[in-house]
């Protein structure tokens, strides 16, 4: 068995020439060409054969190799280039070469050449002092070179056909022609055998080199015996005379179609790989794993890190990787020998945050030089997902709930949770190979059928039932079911609480109520129990008696509704004590001067107090309200009170009260005015500050008016103000004053009178006021009922109607069908006007409602126009819509809208002649939107303008006028309009047209409705 050398460049350009020679039977060791222990290892293995493998490698680099020609004097040295040219020929000068192989080869070839090359070898060693020999070998060397060079050595004459006086036998594989028919251009010319295109370019660059004596070389295509076209390569020089005359052109003309095919295919790969490189949605970098430094990135690479390209190829891998620098080496040394190509790092952005990044990383060749050709995903997200994935799962594992999925239709348990197993003491695979049925006692196989039937109706539910465990004992448990669908397969998630505890705690809880109730039914006073959100939860009887509501009637309700009292004096309504102890979560004590309201609308003076009901963490959970009967304690005061006053009566006879203040104090009080005041003595009001008989709404009044009387000595004129009594009653007074110099101080004196009888009349005169309103609402609710009557009739009129016009009660003559369209019509018509009447009776007696949505403005003019284009073109009136495009939506009553806008510009068209022009505009501000409708019409007369809003108001009442209508329609939109919180005006001129513009807010909202309230003994109050 023959040892070979295979000396190559850095990659095998020949597919399999190590495969192919180990078949035949020889050893092979590789070497890389620059390697400078070749000399060493070849003699150290004793090597039969060197070959030299020169596909890809430079002339420069053979050139520097100067053991070539030692190698070639130990072992025979076989050549495999591409191509064999002058350069070559001359860098390999010194190198005895005993055989040449030009790809592609067979291995017959390949292996005769080694067996010829050897045995040439061992006759030179044999020989070596035989120059004669050793001459002859050298020239059958350089004559079996030129037989096996692809190409054609040759000397030509420097004639324009390059006239042939000798080729080697390379000829016949080059050009289709054997030596003989290109020598002296026998049967034809080389000329001849380049393409016509480049025959005057080559003959004119040899010509200027040969004039440099230079060498030449070029590169072109020549056209062979079959007709097929080659690319070849050529080199040659001009042959001298010792006087410089040029007499011959010596050369060699190489075949590199398939090196020109080679090079059409890298750059089509290289175009593949750029733009694989640079569409790539995954960040990519080619490193240098010698540096680190990032040679090249594409551009999803500069969107991952921020920075740009030209950034990227400035820093190196190291800068970027959150490793140590040593571990970034040995990673992409892993990379380099392909150990690893998946990695994870973690890797710093421009912005300086750092993410996760997955790393495909392995070995390219790129320009001679091995490379690290990375592909980047960033996973941060994914990492995270996977991180919340794991989190769930330990939450759904670590719950203290069981956990179960279940399959249908058997219920058979598929997964279960942590809990799930120890709450019944079985192991994950024991439940796992159960159903429902085995650990829940309470379903049969058609209760569980039913119970599905259930659950994927509702898609979800809660449940009390009884679980099982392994042990046979059962516990209580709440179990919420949800139907679920994964990938087309039904399944139940089930979650189970055990509510062992909550059970106990029920069945305490119903035992301390019972017995707290008991306690309550024999308290004397009435007592009321509320919960957080002040609804009675529990009365007493004596509670039931006082307020008129039994318990089961009252247990829900707000204890406001129950529990209605009023002060005493003043009779307004004051807080119960339930909302402060739920606001300041403090025992309220006793108060009096109250007055229980019962549902009957009986008044009972009662005392009240309120305590919290606190839970075992001292939360409040409820109020306890206690109260009693006080008519008999008040009765003894009103006697008390009676005596007083006819005491002060007896003694005081000022007609009139009267004070003196100075600084703004009590100096002097009559007994009129204490009588007033509500004291006993002078002493009580003497030296306090005036301010606090004054109601706190007029203290700021009435201490300016102190300032302008006492410091800038100014009258004042007389007023009507509330005084407080003191017990802080309040009381209407007219006041009066005079600036006087008292004790040496400045001051007033002060007449005041009480004027609450004339404030008695003044509230009567507003009650009559509110008799005739209700006289008002009567007859707009007469109007209302009469309508809802008209339409019942109505609707039969027009339902007949339409079933004779559609032929469904037998054929009708077109005089029938006229008159019965006639009669549809005006019950329409008839219709319509009613229902205007019903809206306005709705709307005057508050039963109607707002239904507020979200809508686009723009859409519901264009709708409402739409409706009424038909209308205008009968009329030929031409319609123009201008809406400011930045109005998009308004919160308002949908329907209510498109009725104001259908209303007015049904109104427009109605009043414009024949030809004329509609103009509906909106426009918007930063709360309001304000539409109009103009038109050129007929106009209304200025006196007209004010009323055209009353219902049933025509501006031609007149039995012969020209329009027709109920004089309804402005009426309502007005209603409308203020039912939005809008607003409605009309600008109009007669013979000239009209323009009727309204405002709504964009987000109006749902208001309350404020109605006023007055009793006979009562001041006006406002209430919600």
Known sequence: MKKIALLQSFVDEIPNLFCRLEIHGYYVHTSFLLEENIIDEIKRNQYDAFLLDLSGTPIEELRKNHYLSEISGHIPVILIAPYVDYPLLESLGNVHISGCLIPPFSDEQLCSTIELACHNHNILKTNAYDMKNTLFEKERSYAMLLSNLPGMAYRCDNDQEWTMRFVSEGCYKLTGYDSEALLHNRDISYNRLITPENQAHIWKKYQEMLARKETFQDEYTITTAIGEVKWVWEQGKGVYADNGELIAIEGFIADITEKKKVQETLRESESRYRSLFENNHSAMLVIDPEIGSIIDANPAAVSLYGWTREELRSKTIKEINALSPFEVKEEMDRAVKGQRIRFFFKHSLADGSVRDVEVFSSPILMDRKMLLYSIINDITELNRMEQELLLNRFCIDHSVVGIFRIEEPDGRIVSVNDHACQSLGYSREELCSMTVLDIDPTFTPETWIEHRKNVRKLKSGTIETILCKKDGTEFPVEITINDMEHEGKVFYLSFAKDITKRKVAEQALKESEEFFRITL????????????????????????????????????????????????????????????????????????????????????????????????????????????????????????????????????????????????????????????????????????????????????????????????????????????????????????????????????????????????????????????????????????????????????????????????????????????????????????????????????????????????????????????????????????????????????????????????????????????????????????????????????????????????????????????????????????????????????????????????????????????????????????
């Open 521 to 1024: 039914y024999s308290i004397a006073d009435g007592v009321i129990t509320t919960d957080i959100n002040g609804n009675l939860r529990q009365m007493n009887h004596v509670a039931e008696k006082l307020t008129g509501w039994n318990e089961a009637e009252a247990r829900g309700k707000k204890v406001e509704e129950i529990f209605n009292i009023f002060n005493e004096d003043t009779r307004q309504q004051v807080e119960i004590p339930v909302r402060r102890v739920l606001r300041e979560g403090r025992v309220m004590g006793q108060a009096n001067h109250k007055l229980l309201i019962s549902k009957d609308n009986r008044e009972i003076p009662i005392a009240d107090s309120g305590s919290p009901i606190v839970n075992e963490k001292g939360e409040i959970i409820g109020v306890v309200l206690v109260f009693r009967d006080q008519s008999e304690e008040r009765k003894a005061q009103r006697s008390l009170r009676e005596s007083e006053a006819r005491f002060r009566q007896l003694v005081e006879n000022a007609p009139e009260a009267i004070f003196v203040q100075a600084n703004g104090c009590f100096a002097y009080v009559n007994p009129a005015a204490l009588r007033l005041f509500g004291v006993d003595s002078a002493s009580q009001l003497i030296g306090k500050p005036v301010m606090e008989r004054f109601h706190p709404d007029f203290r700021d009044i009435v201490r300016e008016r102190i300032h302008l009387i006492n410091d800038m000595h100014e009258e004042v004129p007389n007023i009507e103000k509330i005084y407080l009594r003191l017990d802080g009653t309040p009381f209407n007074v007219e006041i009066s004053r005079v600036p006087i110099i008292y004790d040496g101080l400045n001051g007033s004196l002060v007449f005041f009178r009480d004027v609450t009888e004339r404030k008695r009349v003044e509230r009567a005169l507003i009650r009559a006021k509110m008799v005739s309103d209700e006289a008002n609402r009567s007859k707009t609710e007469f109007l209302a009922n009469t309508s809802h009557e008209l339409k019942t009739p109505l609707n039969s009129i027009i339902g007949f109607s339409e079933l004779m016009l559609a032929g469904e009660l037998g054929k009708i003559s077109k005089q029938q069908k006229k008159y019965i369209g006639t009669i549809l019509e005006s019950g329409c018509m008839l219709l319509n006007i009613v229902n205007k009447i019903l809206d306005i009776s709705s709307i005057d007696y508050g039963r109607m409602d707002l239904s507020y949505t979200k809508f686009n403005l723009c859409d519901a003019i264009q709708d409402t126009c739409a409706m009424m284009q038909a209308a205008a073109n009968r009329k030929s009136i031409k319609h123009v819509v201008d809406i400011d495009p930045q109005i998009n939506g308004i919160n308002a009553d949908a329907i209510k809208f498109k009725e104001i806008v259908y209303n007015l510009v049904d109104n427009s068209i109605k009043f414009t002649p024949y030809g004329g022009i509609v103009i509906i505009t909106a426009t918007q501000n930063e709360s309001h939107v304000k539409i109009s409708v103009t038109d050129n019409g007929i106009g209304i007369a200025k006196e007209n303008i004010e009323r055209i809003f009353d219902p049933f108001y025509q501006v031609d009442s007149s039995t012969t006028r020209r329009y027709g209508g109920t004089g309804l329609g402005l009426a309502l939109i007005k209603q409308f309009i203020k039912m939005h919180g809008g607003n409605i005006w009309v600008e109009s001129e007669p013979g000239k047209g009209s323009t009727f513009t309204f405002t709504i807010p964009l987000d109006y909202g749902e208001q309350p409705i404020r109605m006023l309230q007055v009793s006979e003994d009562q001041d006006l109050d406002f209430c919600s």
